[in-house]
């Protein structure tokens, strides 16, 4: 499973939609949605708009590292 982008939990399972978080209820429509190329889980893609193929925290750590 992957990780939602509402609330966190490892509870985002893939529908024949897009994804729903069985946590907390949320759907994500496919189209909405990215895979991080660096670590593999699943964002929305206006959460992260300036580098795509990255999600928020990965993003968040490429910019401590500079
Ligand atoms: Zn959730
Ligand atoms: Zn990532």
């Known amino acids: 499973m992957n990780e939602?982008?509402?609330?966190?939990?490892m509870t985002l399972e893939e529908d024949s939609?897009?994804?729903?978080?069985?946590?907390?209820?949320?759907?994500?429509e496919r189209s909405e949605m990215e895979k991080c190329e660096n670590c593999g889980s699943m964002y929305r893609k206006k959460d992260q708009p300036d580098v795509p193929e990255m999600c928020p925290r990965c993003y968040e750590n490429k910019l401590n590292e500079d």
């Open 17 to 28: 939609n897009g994804y729903v978080c069985i946590s907390c209820g949320e759907h994500f």
């Open 4 to 9: 939602c982008p509402e609330c966190g939990r």
